[in-house]
Structures are given as structure tokens and as C-alpha cells.
């Protein structure tokens, strides 16, 4: 059995995992071993077999949080707790839409751009609405050249 330290594992990191095709390799940290480095073959292995199309389509399920109880709607509203409820935001936001006056709108689609997930975002507007008005919105250039690119990839409505 082979034992390599951390500061090893981290510079010769390919070297050490081609060693292990044949053998467990002990990783140490101050000469105590704190992980073990094991062979695999990749015969068990089975690889789901890709589209025929070779892109991944994306289905608009409704929203929901992470597993692991973490709410991404807190990352967009952090100082507006009442509008991290994804049923109260909608309702806010169809209530914007339908306004003559579209500041409320603006708002939201902005703090989504900047602040958000793509995924969120694409969950509560449209391409075209985010198409139309990102022009008129006051967002950075970095967020701007973002959902450039992700208008193109989806292209027109």
C-alpha cells in the first residue's frame, strides 16, 4: 500500500490516480491518514446515453426549492423577506404586469437579472418581456452581456 501526503497529492494529483488503477493509495496529513485513494476500473459503470440531438432540453416545471432547504428567491429579495414566498412573488409580480404603470415591473425584472438565477428568472418572466424591456433597465454590463448571450442560445419567441 502506497501513502502519499496532501502537499504530494496536490502536485502530482494525475500521476498518483493513474497509481491507482491497481492499488489503494492512504493520503496523509501530518502523517495521519485522512483519506484512501481506491482503484476503479469502470466496469460496473453504466453512462446514460445522451439525446440524439446532442442539447439537453429543459422543462418548465413549476418552482422549487433546493434540497437542501436553501430558498434562491432569498439571493434576489435578501432585504424584502416577505417577497422570498415564490406564491406571494408571482401575484406581486402578475399585479406589476397588469399595471399601466410598469416602474413595479421594471423592479422586479431587475432584481432578478442582477441578483438571480437564470433558471428563477425564466420562471417568472418570458423572453420576450426580457427581450423587450432589458434596454430601458438600469443593470450593469456584465448582466447585460449575460442575458445577451442567453437571449441568443434560446432564440426569438
Do not use: C
Not at 5 to 20: G, Q, W, Y
Amino acid at each position: 500500500m502506497r501513502f502519499v501526503n496532501v502537499r504530494e497529492l496536490k502536485s502530482k494529483t494525475s500521476e498518483i490516480l493513474r497509481a491507482a488503477a491497481g492499488k489503494d493509495i492512504v493520503v496523509t496529513n501530518r502523517g495521519k491518514p485522512i483519506a484512501v485513494v481506491r482503484g476503479f476500473d469502470g466496469s460496473e459503470l453504466t453512462i446514460p446515453a445522451m439525446p440524439a440531438t446532442g442539447r439537453v432540453r429543459e422543462t418548465r416545471a413549476a418552482y422549487e426549492p433546493r434540497l437542501d432547504g436553501l430558498n434562491p428567491l432569498k439571493a434576489v429579495f435578501w432585504d424584502y423577506p416577505e417577497l422570498t414566498d415564490e406564491v406571494a412573488l408571482r401575484g406581486k409580480i402578475q399585479e406589476a404586469r397588469d399595471s399601466p404603470i410598469q416602474d413595479a415591473f421594471h423592479w422586479y425584472l431587475a432584481r432578478f437579472l442582477e441578483r438571480g438565477r437564470a433558471v428563477d428568472a425564466l420562471l417568472f418572466f418570458r423572453l420576450d418581456e426580457i427581450r423587450r424591456i432589458m434596454p430601458s433597465l438600469r443593470i450593469s454590463p456584465r448582466v447585460v452581456a449575460k442575458w445577451i448571450g442567453i437571449l441568443e442560445f434560446y432564440g426569438n419567441p
